[in-house]
Nanobody
Framework: QVQLVESGGGLVQAGGSLRLSCAAS????????MGWYRQAPGKQRELVAA???????NYTDSVKGRFTVSRDNAKNTVYLQMNSLKPEDTAVYYC???????????????WGQGTQVTVSS
């Protein structure tokens, strides 16, 4: 059974920083892309940042220059460094991994449980 476990959310003042971590564990054959999505109250879940196994990154426009996604392939872990946080960044942040389990060898999306990020003005 594959699990994605997130950590690092919390409450921070505008202009502050937070670092999210997400570790994938279980019988994993391979991981392609890993990334972060967020969902604010009353809004759809949106992609924040993603990174491929080769290190290529993609960001939504509103976080470019403020957030940095990175990963440690040896640890099956993805990080999101969030700087210059704004109140509009407040949301539940979800870790995502596109990976194959050993048992099925099929690439599938997996999700973490979500971690709350609240930015006060």
């Amino acid at each position: 059974q594959v699990q994605l476990v997130e950590s690092g959310g919390g409450l921070v003042q505008a202009g502050g920083s937070l670092r999210l971590s997400c570790a994938a564990s279980g019988s994993i054959f391979s991981i392609n892309a890993m990334g972060w999505y967020r969902q604010a109250p009353g809004k759809q879940r949106e992609l924040v940042a993603a990174i491929t196994s080769g290190g290529s990154t993609n960001y939504t426009d509103s976080v470019k220059g403020r957030f940095t996604v990175s990963r440690d392939n040896a640890k099956n872990t993805v990080y999101l460094q969030m700087n210059s946080l704004k109140p509009e960044d407040t949301a539940v942040y979800y870790c995502n991994a596109y990976l194959a389990e050993v048992a099925t060898m099929l690439m599938t999306d997996y999700w973490g449980q979500g971690t709350q990020v609240t930015v006060s003005s």
